[in-house]
Nanobody, 114 residues
Framework: QVQLMESGGGLVQTGGSLRLSCAASGRYFGRNVMGWYRQTPGKQRELVAS???????NYADFVMGRFTISRDYAGNTVYLQMNSLKPEDTAVYYC????????WGQGTQVTVSV
């Protein structure tokens, strides 16, 4: 059974940093592109960053240069280093494959205060 467990969120001031972690279990993720997504109330979930098994990365324009995605070789642990946080980064953050599986974790809340 696939499980995705995100952690590391919290409350931070504008300009601060957080590091999110994702523990993925229940199958082998080594061949999957892994991604971080985020969602705010009333909006669709959006892809923030993704990382291919070979190491290639892609970032949404709104996080380019501020966020860094990384993963272990098997893809079972995925990280998102978030620097220079802005209030508009406030959201619940999720990890999943990209394209996403039907299963989602609980997410981790990131709140950036002014």
């Amino acid at each position: 059974q696939v499980q995705l467990m995100e952690s590391g969120g919290g409350l931070v001031q504008t300009g601060g940093s957080l590091r999110l972690s994702c523990a993925a279990s229940g199958r082998y993720f080594g061949r999957n592109v892994m991604g971080w997504y985020r969602q705010t109330p009333g909006k669709q979930r959006e892809l923030v960053a993704s990382m291919a098994p070979a190491g290639g990365t892609n970032y949404a324009d709104f996080v380019m240069g501020r966020f860094t995605i990384s993963r272990d070789y098997a893809g079972n642990t995925v990280y998102l280093q978030m620097n220079s946080l802005k209030p508009e980064d406030t959201a619940v953050y999720y990890c999943n494959t990209h394209p996403a599986l039907a299963v989602w974790g609980q997410g981790t809340q990131v709140t950036v205060s002014v």
